[in-house]
């Protein structure tokens, strides 16, 4: 196994650490899966985990509720991002104003 290999399995999170890290509820974490603001978690055998991009985009979706976005308007708002942008290039454009109020 690589260094990078170890640090990226390191990394791996189930629902209730994920959900335990964020501040968010299990029931949460799966409702905001299903309503597509989450990528897929990496399966293995029955179990599914969930990397640094799960949580940097649950981190993010808490901080455009926090500043009144709709959870549709966050949807649309995603939608447009690549799903592996890095969440400081999403608050870049927070700040830059990129989220416009059509995402609210």
Same mark, same amino acid.
């Given at each position: 196994?690589?260094?990078?290999?170890?640090?990226?399995?390191?990394?791996?999170?189930?629902?209730?650490?994920?959900?335990?890290?964020?501040?968010?509820?299990?029931?949460?974490?799966?409702?905001?899966?299903?309503?597509?603001?989450?990528?897929?978690?990496?399966?293995?055998?029955?179990?599914?985990?969930?990397?640094?991009?799960? /949580?940097? =985009?649950? *981190?993010?979706?808490?901080?455009?509720? $926090?500043? !009144?976005?709709?959870? +549709?308007?966050?949807?649309?708002?995603?939608?447009?991002?690549?799903? /592996?942008? =890095?969440? *400081?290039?999403?608050?870049?454009?927070? $700040?830059? !104003?990129?989220?416009? +109020?059509?995402?609210?």
């Amino acid at each position: 196994m690589t260094a990078s290999q170890a640090t990226e399995t390191d990394e791996l999170l189930t629902i209730d650490e994920l959900a335990a890290r964020t501040g968010m509820t299990v029931r949460t974490v799966r409702f905001y899966a299903g309503q597509g603001l989450l990528p897929q978690p990496r399966r293995q055998g029955r179990m599914a985990y969930y990397g640094p991009e799960h /949580r940097m =985009r649950l *981190e993010f979706v808490k901080e455009l509720q $926090d500043y !009144g976005y709709t959870l +549709a308007g966050i949807e649309r708002y995603l939608s447009r991002i690549p799903r /592996r942008r =890095r969440r *400081e290039s999403w608050r870049a454009q927070s $700040d830059a !104003g990129a989220v416009g +109020a059509a995402a609210r």
